[in-house]
């Protein structure tokens, strides 16, 4: 197959007859880091299916793949029309929106984020009746907020709670934000107890938020985790990018090869 | 070793059903530590089964050297998951035997891990004193070909695997200038992923220094 080429993707995201290669249009600009001048103003315009009563379920695609190239592209543009998301009705907008403004180390974020937070285990965390989902998309606003770096006892507070959440991913997405924003090793030292859980899926997240938090401290723990040598190299590239001495994370690397 | 050891191992794995039965009885077939048990864990290396085939391929690692004419012939061509388990045996065992193996996952793997695996091999195989010569520029060639895969960890592995090779005295000028220019490029701008520059700058740094 003859591979894409830029022109011909902006054509197939301008189109409307055929939203099945909109989807891909919209998914191929975020992989290839697009900067064609118009990358952005169609992905934006992609967001707009979303206001319409009923959405269009093929639009919604769209436009959720939209978000997601936006959340690569960081493009300060896109900012106000994400931030207005960030009340859609749709949890996995707000859930994906929220990604990108992280993504994005969106300021003018924190507040809205920390609004979806604030009521806690008993709102924002509380199972939703006869779903998997959580009222709110919590691992996902935790995340934004470490990763948005905004250290301010406000934020604290509202993260503080979820560390006792009963699903470990969410207690984890919460020690992994208060590592980011306060340093403290205690929370450190609480993603390295979630590496022994029994669940391999709850290693795997931990691995990846130890990753994220640029902690040197959780070499070793990375290191002698039972998750599979793949992530580990993703949780030690994510370690060694942050870090301005990665001699012994890209050691560690050299040997999981 | 006696026989009839084996032979339970094998009645062992042959009942068990579940995957915690799987993973005990090919820990007792590991365990025997028999070169007799080669060919029955590259058969459970296509079970498709993850938690089974990585007890079994550390069991063939710790065989040694001895089982890759067994790995080799034994390999189903066809059956994909136990090719990549085979690579990375092949590739922790350094055996030049398998060079042909490597060179075809390197080329040939959808998966990164196994073209990981495989640029791993190329950079710590252990070459035959006849054919040294011929050997290294074939690990070469892999090595420079895996510096332009579109995995970070594929490119990232070739980094770690030009270093080493740097190193060995019988490199050809030819061939060590154009793994240099190949550093070079991984540690500039040019190279989109933070981590694989930062590994080439230290290989650079260490090769220049030595």
């Known amino acids: ?257 | 070793m006696t026989t009839s050891a084996l032979d339970q191992a094998l009645q062992k794995l042959e009942r068990a059903t579940s995957t915690p039965e799987l993973v005990k009885a090919t820990q007792a077939l590991c365990a025997l530590n028999d070169l007799e048990a080669a060919k029955p864990l590259v058969k459970v290396l296509g079970f498709n089964n993850p938690a089974v085939a990585a007890v079994a391929t550390q069991g063939l690692i710790q065989l040694g050297p001895d089982i890759v004419p067994t790995l080799l012939v034994s390999l189903d061509a066809r059956n994909y998951g136990a090719r990549a388990w085979v690579v990375k045996v092949i590739a922790a065992l350094r055996d030049p035997r398998g060079l042909d193996l490597l060179e075809h996952a390197l080329q040939a793997d959808i998966a990164p891990s196994v073209r990981r695996s495989a640029t791993r091999g190329l950079a710590d195989l252990e070459l035959s004193e006849d054919a040294e010569h011929d050997q290294l520029e074939r690990c070469f060639e892999g090595l420079l070909k895996a510096v332009r895969d579109d995995e970070w960890v594929v490119r990232y592995a070739a980094v770690y695997g030009l270093e080493q090779r740097l190193y060995s005295a019988a490199v050809s000028t030819h061939l060590a200038e154009q793994g240099r220019a190949a550093l070079n490029q991984l540690a500039s701008d040019a190279e989109g992923v933070r981590v694989v520059q930062l590994r080439a700058l230290k290989a650079l740094q260490r090769l220049n220094a030595g």
């Not at chain 1, 695609?61 to 300060?76: F, Q, S």
């Not at chain 1, 009521?119 to 934004?144: F, M």
């Not at chain 1, 190299?233 to 040997?255: H, K, Q, S, T, Y």
Request: proline fraction near 7%; charged fraction near 25%; hydrophobic fraction near 45%.
């Open chain 1, 1 to 257: 197959m003859e591979p894409l080429s830029e022109t011909q993707v902006i054509k197939d995201l301008r189109q409307t007859e055929d939203p099945s290669a909109q989807y891909y249009a919209a998914w191929w600009l975020g992989k290839m880091r697009s900067q064609h001048p118009d990358t952005i103003p169609l992905l934006l315009r992609a967001l707009a299916a979303l206001d319409a009563a009923p959405i269009d379920p093929e639009q919604r695609g769209v436009a959720l793949n939209a978000i997601r190239a936006l959340g690569l592209l960081r493009d300060k543009r896109a900012e106000k029309a994400l931030l207005a998301l960030l009340h859609c009705n749709d949890y996995t907008v707000r859930e994906e929106v929220v990604r990108t403004l992280g993504a994005m180390g969106s300021c003018g974020a924190v507040e809205g984020i920390r609004a979806l937070l604030a009521s806690g285990l008993e709102g924002a965390g509380a199972e939703q009746p006869s779903t998997p989902l959580l009222n709110e998309p919590c691992e996902a606003l935790l995340e934004a907020l470490g990763d948005i770096g905004d250290g301010s006892n406000s934020n604290l507070a509202v993260i503080q709670p979820f560390t006792e959440h009963p699903r470990p991913l969410i207690r984890s997405a919460a020690c992994r934000a208060l590592l980011q924003l306060t340093g403290l090793d205690q929370w450190g030292m609480e993603l390295k107890k979630l590496l022994n859980h029994p669940e391999p899926l709850v290693r795997r997240g931990a691995l990846l938020d130890l990753g994220a938090t640029g902690w040197l401290a959780a070499v070793p723990s990375i290191r002698s985790a039972a998750v599979e040598p793949s992530l580990k190299l993703v949780a030690l590239r994510a370690l060694a990018e942050r870090n301005d001495n990665p001699n012994d994370v890209l050691d560690a690397m050299d040997e999981l090869l």
